[in-house]
């Protein structure tokens, strides 16, 4: 199979069968019709893994919200589509969303394709919610695009200080994958932790697309850091830190929410003792919906999800989208990208069953508190929390 066939076929696999949706700009008259939403997540490719638990979410969530009477007696409807964490995919997506389907709203993550589908969310007035991506130039990509997950200046910057002040880590080396997300949170880390009064001795950047870090990690090794932080994702990471340890190296390691995930202490074993990860979604301990949650994943797929915290904002990201047509319904108004975007500025607090409470600033931002775990024997437990 050729890419460019390899590429359509990313983008067709898991596209819900939906028609179209021309009463989308009607008034909320017309009672008993769908309300619909799009949502372009990665389904197949290397963020599978997190992609489609991401998904599996959503749509139980958009099922709970249906059994409960939907949206003023209005099933919700969620058109779903693949980009395989892939900026043109993404662009595709977007673009069917927007013409074909005409959708007021959609949602989306990974910060480069959130970034790339951004001027299409702008020129055609639609509402795009990015949920889960963290890049920070995500806040400043126009007036239709918002988030609805902390950036990485929040769990990072918390990371960082805390790595400083309480763990009483003086110099730390940085290694990054050289794309948007690894980039800018390393540039975070980085910046916050020599304002503390660290000194980071190490920065050093590898290919996306590497399976050998050797070089980037004997330069980090010959630093000899306190501590190492890793802003990297959930496939390279363990790689990364299995071959750290191969090398002799034996400081502690960091990373942000990408670690926090059960398939990489699978991997590691014994190698991911007093790894250090964030969350930005409370626990079993914070929140009592959060065990319900979590049985629920163990009942239906054996297993806890890939990347809980993640899976817990995309459950609550249709909580937000029918909060929004629900203000639209209170207010007579059309269902518009415009006058969503103006209802989710009105409304700006949003209690949500997995997260609490969310509010959205003014500035397209979101602020939550940093959840710390470290691994010991072999299982995430509590660290700190940060507020």
């Known amino acids: 199979m050729n890419f460019s066939k390899r590429k359509l076929l990313g983008l067709m696999t898991g596209v819900a069968a939906v028609v179209s949706m021309a009463g989308t700009n009607l008034a909320f008259a017309q009672s008993g019709e769908p309300i619909k939403f799009g949502l372009a997540m990665p389904m197949t490719g290397s963020q599978a893994l997190f992609g489609t638990d991401q998904v599996k979410a959503a749509q139980w969530a ?173 496939t390279d990471l363990p790689q990364v830190i299995a071959q750290m340890r191969q090398l002799g190296i034996t400081q502690r390691v960091s990373t942000y929410s990408a670690g926090y995930n059960p398939k990489v202490i699978e991997q590691l074993g014994a190698a991911a003792e007093g790894l250090i990860v964030t969350s930005l979604a409370p626990g079993v301990n914070d929140n009592p919906n959060v065990a319900p949650f979590v ?15 993640y899976t817990q904002y995309l459950y609550d990201s249709p909580y937000i989208v029918a909060d929004l047509y629900k203000w639209l319904a209170k207010n007579k108004l059309p269902a518009t990208g415009e006058n969503l975007r103006r209802a989710l500025i009105t409304i700006k607090d949003f209690d949500l069953p997995m997260t609490g409470m969310l509010q959205v600033g003014a500035d397209h931002r979101v602020k939550k508190p940093v959840y710390l775990l470290t691994v010991e024997k072999g299982a995430f437990v509590p660290l700190a929390t940060i507020k």
């Open 62 to 234: 958009v099922a709970d919200i249906n059994a409960k009477g939907g949206v003023n007696g209005r099933p919700l409807e969620m058109i779903l589509i693949d980009t395989q964490a892939d900026p043109q995919l993404g662009i595709n997506a977007a673009k069917r969303l927007t013409s074909v389907d005409k959708v007021p709203i959609f949602l989306t993550s990974w910060s480069a394709v959130v970034k790339a589908v951004a001027p299409i969310a702008n020129r055609e007035k639609v509402l795009e919610l990015s949920v889960g991506a963290n890049s920070p130039e995500i806040a400043t990509l126009g007036d239709y695009v918002y988030t609805t997950f902390p950036l990485a200046d929040v769990d990072v910057s918390a990371l960082a200080n805390y790595t400083y002040a309480s763990l009483g880590k003086k110099t730390a080396a940085v290694l990054y994958i050289n794309n948007d997300s690894g980039v800018e949170g390393a540039g975070i880390y980085k910046s916050v932790f020599e304002k503390a009064g660290g000194k980071v001795v190490a920065y050093e950047a590898y290919d996306a697309k590497a399976t050998e870090f050797t070089g980037a990690i004997l330069k980090v090794k010959a630093a000899n850091p306190d501590i190492i932080h890793i802003q990297g994702l959930i």
């Open 295 to 309: 049985n629920r994943w163990l009942t239906t797929e054996k297993r806890v999800p890939n990347g809980l915290p």
